[in-house]
């Protein structure tokens, strides 16, 4: 991608993410590159392919975060692992991370589908590890995995309503870990 594609991508995933993708328009886009509205068709045919890059920039970001954490060791700090690796991509890259989160919706035709494929497997992903936690005995044995994965994605993906960006994000994974996680050590035996 061009140094000008990039920037242009930049922008967008700013503005999409303080005004919406609907509430962003092209002459928007081109008063903050400073350029005119024109110019911008130079680099992109619309700006649904602004929304599909950054929604693509954000699913890989959160993909490449998990695949840092480990395969070994204990799932409970695997999953403390893997919420570190989510909230720091939030900080770092809040616009992307907001645009992942909240307006993706807006995708149309076979963006929308690939992007609700990964987003679904990213979720499986965690949903993997609150599974393999209940098999090995780490969490409690009537764990609905699916659940407890998306009241831990919930609650890292609404951090990007106040989470400031470059925020240092570990001490608050563990305190999320902690919170999630201690409800569901324990309570029922196999």
């Known amino acids: 991608m061009s140094a000008r594609r990039t ?3 930049r922008t967008a995933a700013r503005l999409f ?3 919406g993708y609907h509430g962003t328009s092209i002459g928007d886009l081109a008063e903050a590159m400073g350029v005119q509205k024109g110019s911008l068709y130079a680099h992109i045919e619309s700006k649904a392919d602004l929304l599909w890059e950054v929604a693509r920039e954000g ?3 959160f993909h490449a975060a998990l695949d840092a954490v480990a395969d070994e060791g204990p799932v409970v700090e695997r999953i403390r692992a893997a919420l570190r690796a989510h909230l720091r991509v939030v900080a770092e890259q809040l616009d992307v991370a907001t645009v992942f989160v909240r307006e993706w919706r807006y995708l149309e035709g076979e963006r929308r589908d690939e992007f609700v494929t990964e987003r679904r497997r990213y979720e499986e ?3 993997a590890l609150f599974r393999e936690g209940r ?3 780490e ?3 009537d764990l609905d995995d699916a659940t407890a994965a998306l009241l831990a994605l919930s609650a890292a993906n609404w951090a990007y309503t106040w989470l400031r960006p470059g925020s ?3 001490e608050l994974a563990d305190r999320f870990t902690a919170l999630l996680l201690d409800g569901m050590r324990g309570y029922a035996s196999r």
């Open 7 to 9: 920037e242009l991508t």
């Open 168 to 170: 240092e994000t570990d």
């Open 59 to 61: 699913s890989a970001a």
């Open 135 to 137: 098999e090995l005995g």
């Open 17 to 19: 993410a303080e005004k």
């Open 139 to 141: 969490l409690r044995a």
């Open 125 to 127: 992903r965690f949903r």
